[in-house]
């Protein structure tokens, strides 16, 4: 078999995160993930919902979008259709369920951070380069609200990272571009914690089933690839003008 | 380790599907798994969406709602807030994609089936009852075009059933209602077909990570469970009054 | 004459008011008039709505949905469509109207009982089934109320109920099945109170004006049936688990 | 009894009936009913609703709005708002009805006359009012369209008027102003066309149930003003510039 | 050159502005300029927006709208539409910023002007129209709260009023109307102060760029004009009943 | 007078026109205008807006957005809220007639081009930077156009470019930034052609009215900072691949 890109089976395309893209978020990465683009931005806001109102606990959130050209083809502009569609509602919650499992919300005290993801180039898989981003951002805001002093430990209790796998042409394959995605039999995302944990999964055979031995096949790649992923991320942390400056 | 239901940890909830309960939908089943209760039905439309115009090729898609007393304490009826949330766009996706994975577009020809979801009343697991119902009707609407010659074969080529497993302090179980689903550990859906594969898993550890192991023993009830799903779907169909009358 | 159904010109079809449907809403009522299928819940919620702060005085409301296979053919599901349509708004306005006809606001104290009605079946006179049926899960969560000492007298001072007449090929006719309904000349909705009041008409000639002789056919007819509406609803009150358990 | 106004119980508020209000519309008509001013126009669309297509039939159509500070305190702008309220739909919904009660829709061809009814001024009985303007712009549109050769019959077949009445300190007053309107017991709206038949009844008894007594009284009253409505309304058609010129 | 109507090139319309037109408002003016009527009303609100509670600063706001058949032919109705177009937002915000330029907002206190602006009948020109007649409607609501002892001295320092030039056949003229608008080369709106100044320029050359000459040669026009219109609304403030009574 | 960027009162800040930017659109720019960056993108629709078809005539328009954490503090993303507010619609209107202006419709041929400004980063000036950028991006997808053999001629006629100036502590200065525009007394934009042409003026004083002086200056300073600009604007569209590749 031979992927359209010419990459191996279990290779990662080129990956970069690039932190303190914004100038005025308290945490941002630029993830590129071969031509999918995506700035992640972490802005802490000191109100919390109203169900965490007086209860000693924050909130982490996310929303997701795609500018209407970052596309093979335009797509409309969600604010000019008057509402965000089911995909980037699935994608938004998922985003902030997936950073919510590694904080600890009593250490983040009364306050809320709202993660946004868009998408500025697109080319399979915005969603998990979305969460590998948006980690590094908040990992950020997290570390400016210590150093501030606003906070007295770490909320973020470990990285968490995501990677897509499906099967193409037959064979399992790690971080699908659009291309595969596209031609795709099974679409799968693994959200996975560095300590070798699962966050979630969202495995898809809409064309159709998919096996057991399918389905270890893509969780032995997207561990492999998870290795990679945090280590760029704690270089990310560490490059930010927080850290580095 | 006792569940708050008192059943073993294996043990389904007393489910039963009672089809033909609308009067006018083409196919329709009110599924009751325990006290969670959701009317199914599925509408014929000749008309197909504009992208599938002209291709000789159906579209089975699907909608969900909850009735605003369904629930514990009462919920904003979304028509009356003027949207759907992200929960419901997320789950009527999730019931239209498991329902299409079996499929045959072609054999349905050019022609919708709409699969509406109606929560009567929860008490957890309502997605997964809903495609459990939505298959029963869709297999008899189908079987209701067969009849009257519209197509020449059947469409639905397997059983599609789903069924939650969750820990629960500490422990794989399966079938959660609301009172386990709302302390459990890990959430996890599992859409299966009849041949053993599988058509969708989605499992979250909001509050922390989980393990592969815990996946597999999550997994391995699930399968378990399909089994009773499926001959229970089957009977549904067969005393529905198309077949039984 | 005959009616497409059989019936006299002045015979309800069959009715049946059953009380404890729901497992949840502090009170229930499913109303079947004949074919027509419709679940009415009470809700209680402890907040009044912003004119009535500090005012002593309590709401009575009421929302109103039909399952989109509800009808022949399937209607558009509002939420999906983002807003409630003019029949179904006017509708709800008219359930709320007529319930608080008979509550006394102040002896409800400062609270809102929330009625939904939502049709599970349609044919013909789903908005007085609805009323009909409401106004025993009103009772129902008033008489709670009571019992539990949240408030000190019984606030519904008389039944409310309603039916619809029309003038079908020529004749008046009581309680109209969709079959009548889409041929009538007339349409008249009639709420009564038990003690032998009107609480709203409503009568349209949308095919063609009508004299004052039919409008006293049609309230004739109206208050006849109107007996056995009332004795129905004080039967489902008594029946209902909080009474007969 | 003495009425705030000091108005006879059987007394019309002056009422005048401008024709040919608007430089634009093909039928207008300004109504003022006291201090209520409802500026009526119709407009001919020859695009009938996708429902009437090559039914050889047309139709008629209104809309209702209310100037923010026609009110005695300013009311929120429905455009601004993002919606038309319930009340606004329902008025709408009658003035429609009731005008296409007296229109032969084939004799109108496959066209649409769009009537729009806005108020300037309020000050009570808005919607009757607006019905009776509505059918003055109705009749002149419809005489443009037949002068023009578009149509070969009038299809505007009788007049239609309506007025309000109502039980104000125990008596049943006709035409009720904002002070007695926002105190009377019963409120009841009735359309009549001129051949003394009834096109639509809505009455009310919000605060206490009424007797068929009252009602009655209440017709009477009604009727009694129709003919002076009816008079002004073909006066009013006569002095319009495609008359009178 | 021969403009339309026969007007030198530097003419009005012939305008009017009718102070004290509405019965509830507390500032009204219903202004005529030829064939474009607009009725101007000012509500006063005790409450500001929340971005000033506590600063001892008012606001003065504005909304525009057209009533559906003010124009030539029939405009959807916002409010059906559901949402205000960018038109409509474009001139309201015009509005509220130019009447803010003249206002000393710590004089009004912490209170709330809206203005609505309603177009009766459009005839080119609704948006200058609306500043000249807003501007009336707005100092004759402060003058009543400075009769009422609300306020203590006049928070509206100048006179501020609006007129729209344009090229037409190469000539630039002053006041177009909707045949000159809509065969326009250069469309300018300017919003004038009575002591000289400018207080919004909105020029647009969509159909070809224009030179700093023809901007100059409209500005002479426009200042030539404002004279008049500053003459008129004193007048208007003058006879209002307030003053007039 | 000292600027808060040390900037001369005629100095722009560091402009950069990245041509070639976006993977997919058929014609992009990235501005770069001090701290003010913006994402142009082109995207050719060969359909038309129902107004134009079989016209003969093509269409330009655009819509503009910025990202919710461009700003200093975070805005909420407009299509969660569900609609685009008053000043993206405006700026989106002025953007698209802007570049219409130096567009031959007839030229393009009955196809429209979207133009989709999206803000990255926001530090002043964002609709200005927009237009100069959006120029770039479309003027590249015409010249694809015309190498595809799509249209026969260039249809964009002349170069269009925007900047900003105000009045900051007394003194006219152009290219605000942020710390100046949100402390400026006067607010314009000046769109320019580069024949000499002014194509839109948008000068507001909502603080204060202000002079035909210090209009003239603006337009001073905003004619000599515009031939930067279009010499930029050339450049990008030559370093564009499709000319420099």
Redesign the interface.
Known sequence: MTRPSGRAYDALRSITLESGF????EG?CLVRCG?THV?C?A?V?ERVPSFLRNSGKGWVTA?Y?M????????SD????R?????????I??LIG?SL???TDLKALGERQI?I?C?V??A?GGTRTASITGAWVALKIACEKLLLAGAITRQPII?NVAAISCGVYKGNSVLDLDYDEDSNAEID?NFV??A??????????????????DV?NAM?DLAEAGGATLFALQDQAVQTDPINAG
Do not use: C, W
Request: zero cysteines; hydrophobic letters at 30%; a negative charge.
């Open positions: 914004s100038l005025h978020a941002s031509n700035l931005t802005s806001d929303e979008g500018l209407p050209r970052s596309t093979h083809t335009r502009r969600e604010a000019a008057g509402k965000q569609g089911g995909r980037t509602l699935e938004q919650r369920r919510r499992a590694v709202k946004d868009d500025i180039q080319d470990d799968a996975m914690s300590d070798g944990g699962l966050v979630e999964i969202q495995a898809t055979g809409e064309e159709k089933p998919f096996s057991r389905l969780l």
